[in-house]
């Protein structure tokens, strides 16, 4: 934005090398303190600091013009003309003293108001007070420079040592000090060539380090709990994004971090606001707006400190600085870009409505797949359960012909059986005897009585099966007397585990609470053991 209107004929650079100028024939007392300032601006005297003095104002006088040959602008000798100063005879009986002569240069020097000045900064220094000094100078002059706290907020820019500008402000003279110096309120650049130069010069140097790479550039949140706006506090930005949220999500978080979108102070501003979102993380997102402007205006998103910041976010930075024909660097270095407010309102939250609508269908779409889902677990559970109790009936009955075939291989072992299998041999033993002696006896007898000894041989018979039948019957009873049941007859008895039917050879196979069956010699007890003593 130009400092001046561009008619404006005191507005141009040279206006202070033309007030140097002699005055013209014609000109009226004050009319150096009349130039460089609108004309309703009137000279104000006694500013706050002044001391009250008579009024003392110097009259000067224009010497007539050279007679001949002489223009009013080429005095004889090629020099300028002279004011001569005449004081009155009054006056001149008294000097000035030091104040009264400084506050009459300051008063002369106040109307010097909206004054160009272009020229080169150098001692650039910020004082406690946030106050800016420094030098403009052009190689020949040097003029001391103050920027105040308050104007510096509303520059565009600020100055930098080495660079040339083009100031606005006015003159002013400081007694104490005996300095002239120029109230600066207006910074422009004056070649805004050099300064696309330097912003080309940024961009190169981020490209280099990979700043611009999608790569790098973080995904936006699908839903954010709270969006952080920063933005001037007051315009149509605010409102507009703040409308296009709560339009697609009504309740969303908004989170305003206030900041300068224009100035000098503006990137530091921006700064510290992207720095104090990612300290307290109240949001998910950032939206960094603005409502477009010149290429001046938008040079605060053109600076390297509010690119680093973006670059140093934790949380994703999405920019919207408005209809510009130049991208910004800050749009660059963003997560995302976009024109307008409205769209970076859409872009970084969905429609709620939206939202409900996909959530019922993916509700539907998931009770279908659950529906299917546990008609195929349930049929493999059915699946599972058949095999599971087929090998449990496996498991099962595995163990039992185990037992089975064990306690029929114990029953063969058991003295009674093998008493009963031996009197089974004995038997077929006596009955094959029996059938073999019948046998020899007939034969024998058909012997004898060939012989006549057939009575003999009878008693010989007859004795015979007497001793082995006395034999066998000593036998039996040796048997019947080692039998389990001849034992038990006696009052001994057999312990056995009623579950497994394992016999109970020692204390330390039973257990209290056990149940046991006692076989007797006629009968068995069932019992639950009571007490174990080993």
Request: proline share 6%.
């Amino acid at each position: 934005m130009p400092l001046l209107a561009a008619g404006d004929a005191a507005a141009r650079p040279d206006a202070v090398r033309r007030l140097r100028r002699s005055p013209r024939r014609g000109d009226r007392v004050g009319d150096l303190a009349q130039r460089g300032r609108p004309p309703d601006q009137q000279a104000r005297l006694h500013q706050t600091g002044e001391k009250h003095v008579p009024n003392r104002r110097l009259t000067w006088q224009i010497p007539p013009p050279h007679p001949v040959g002489r223009s009013a602008a080429q005095p004889p000798g090629g020099g300028d003309r002279k004011l001569i100063p005449v004081l009155k005879p009054e006056e001149a009986q008294r000097p000035y003293t030091v104040t009264e002569l400084a506050n009459e240069i300051r008063r002369e020097l106040r109307p010097l108001t909206a004054l160009l000045l272009k020229g080169e900064v150098s001692g650039m220094k910020r004082g406690t007070a946030g106050h800016y000094n420094f030098s403009i100078q052009d190689g020949l002059s040097r003029l001391d420079a103050v920027l105040f706290a308050d104007d510096s907020r509303r520059v565009t820019t600020l100055p930098e040592d080495g660079q040339v500008f083009i100031f606005r402000g006015r003159v002013d003279f400081f007694g104490k000090t005996g300095r002239l110096s120029f109230i600066v309120d207006q910074v422009e650049f004056d070649d805004v060539g050099k300064l696309r130069a330097r912003l080309e010069e940024l961009k190169r140097r981020l490209e280099l380090e990979g700043a611009f790479d999608p790569k790098r550039k973080r995904s936006l949140p699908f839903l954010p709990h709270n969006v952080a706006l920063l933005t001037s506090p007051t315009g149509a930005v605010i409102n507009d994004l703040q409308e296009t949220i709560w339009d697609r999500y009504p309740n969303m978080g908004i989170v305003l971090y206030p900041v300068q979108v224009q100035g000098a102070g503006a990137p530091m501003s921006v700064t510290r606001a992207l720095r104090r979102c990612n300290q307290e993380k109240v949001a998910d997102v950032i939206v960094l707006a603005r409502g477009g402007g010149s290429f001046e205006e938008m040079y605060a998103f053109n600076t390297e400190l509010v690119a680093r910041a973006i670059l140093d976010s934790r949380l994703p930075v999405v920019t919207a600085l408005g209809h510009t024909s130049d991208r910004t660097v800050a749009d660059m270095v963003g997560d995302a870009e976009c024109r307008t407010p409205t769209e970076a309102g859409a872009r970084v939250v969905p429609k709620k409505a939206d939202l409900l609508t996909s959530l019922r269908e993916r509700r539907r779409r998931l009770e279908r797949e659950v529906g299917r889902r546990l008609s195929r677990e349930m049929d493999g559970l059915k699946s599972l359960r058949m095999r599971l109790l087929r090998l449990l009936t496996t498991l099962i009955q595995r163990p039992a012909d185990r037992v089975a075939r064990a306690q029929a291989d114990l029953a063969k072992l058991s003295p009674v059986h093998q008493i009963e299998r031996r009197e089974l041999g004995l038997r077929e033993q006596q009955r094959r005897l029996r059938a073999a002696v019948t046998l020899r006896l007939q034969v024998s007898r058909g012997r004898l009585a060939a012989t006549g000894g057939q009575e003999r041989i009878e008693r010989a018979l007859a004795n015979r099966i007497t001793e082995e039948a006395r034999r066998l019957e000593g036998q039996r009873r040796r048997l019947v007397a080692l039998s389990p049941e001849s034992v038990l007859t006696r009052g001994y008895s057999i312990t056995r585990d009623a579950a497994t039917g394992v016999i109970l050879r020692s204390a330390a196979q039973a257990s209290v609470e056990q149940k046991v069956t006692i076989q007797l010699g006629s009968g068995t007890l069932g019992g639950r053991v009571e007490e174990v003593k080993a």
